[in-house]
C-alpha cells in the first residue's frame, strides 16, 4: 500500500524558512507528479505547488512564487518544497498529493499533513 508522509512543518517567524518533506512508503515518486497543498482553518484546500513526473515541469500558485520551491532529492524517493520568506499567510497545515494512473496502486493518496505556523 502507498503511504505519503510529510515532514519539515514548525513553528518560524516571519522572513524565515522550511523546508518540507514528502515521503513514499512501498513505492518511488520519481516518475509521477507530486502536488503540494495546503488549508488553513476555515478555509479550502489550495494548491500550492506541483512537480510533473516524466516531465520535471514545476508550477506555483502565485502568492508563493519566487518565495517556495518544488524539487525532487537526488534519491528520487522524496519531493521537497523549500519555503523562504515565510509570512504569516502561509500559515495552515501542508499536504502532498499523488495521483498514480496506473497499475496495482491505481488511486489516489494523500499524506496526514505537516503544520507551518509562521508567527512572531
Known amino acids: 500500500q502507498l503511504q505519503l508522509v510529510e515532514s519539515g512543518g514548525g513553528l518560524v517567524q516571519p522572513g524565515g524558512s522550511l523546508r518540507l518533506s514528502c515521503a513514499a512508503s512501498?513505492?518511488?515518486?520519481?516518475?509521477?507528479?507530486i502536488g503540494w497543498f495546503r488549508q488553513a482553518p476555515g478555509k479550502e484546500r489550495e494548491g500550492v505547488s506541483c512537480?510533473?513526473?516524466?516531465?520535471?515541469?514545476?508550477n506555483y500558485v502565485d502568492s508563493v512564487k519566487g518565495r517556495f520551491t518544488i524539487s525532487r532529492d537526488n534519491a528520487k524517493s522524496t519531493v521537497s518544497l523549500q519555503m523562504n520568506s515565510l509570512k504569516p499567510e502561509d500559515t495552515a497545515v501542508y499536504y502532498c498529493n499523488i495521483n498514480v494512473p496506473f497499475g496495482a496502486l491505481k488511486g489516489e493518496y494523500w499524506g496526514q499533513g505537516t503544520q507551518v505556523t509562521v508567527s512572531s
Open positions: 512537480i510533473g513526473g516524466s516531465t520535471g515541469t514545476t
Open positions: 512501498g513505492f518511488t515518486l520519481d516518475r509521477h507528479a
